[in-house]
């Protein structure tokens, strides 16, 4: 059982930034490619980010792109999401979420959340205009 914890949310003006972290505890967190979703009201739960188990390998969501960067530190089992330029459609609730894998690549498809085996909480982030 892997759990996750998130934090870094806040409220925040639009073009300002974040950073949000996702604390993993166990001891094979460089099993998992690690990935962000948000969800906002009303809506499903889009992915953002994915990063494979060393950190080799990332992909965004085009929305994000450019101005989110995802990253980890294995020595520390966290995973971050620095966001930049931020917009008030970026206002969701953000997941951490936690694929076990052997490969260390990335899989074709990394953006549905039913792939995904551990979540975390969630961490809310709000982008006053």
């Known amino acids: 059982q892997v759990q996750l914890v998130e934090s870094g949310g806040g409220l925040v003006q639009a073009g300002g930034s974040l950073r949000l972290s996702c604390a993993a505890s166990?001891?094979?967190?460089?099993?998992?490619?690690m990935a962000w979703f948000r969800q906002a009201p009303g809506k499903e739960r889009d992915f953002v980010a994915v990063v494979s188990r060393f950190g080799d390998s990332t992909r965004y969501a085009d929305s994000v792109k450019g101005r989110f960067t995802i990253s980890r530190d294995n020595a520390e089992n966290t995973l971050y999401l620095q966001m930049n330029s931020l917009k008030p459609e970026d206002t969701a609730v953000y997941f951490c979420a936690a694929d076990f894998t052997g490969s260390t690549s990335l899989p074709v498809r990394v953006a549905q959340p039913n792939d995904y085996q551990y979540w975390g909480q969630g961490t809310q982030v709000t982008v006053s205009s």
């Open positions: 166990t001891r094979t967190f460089n099993y998992y490619n």
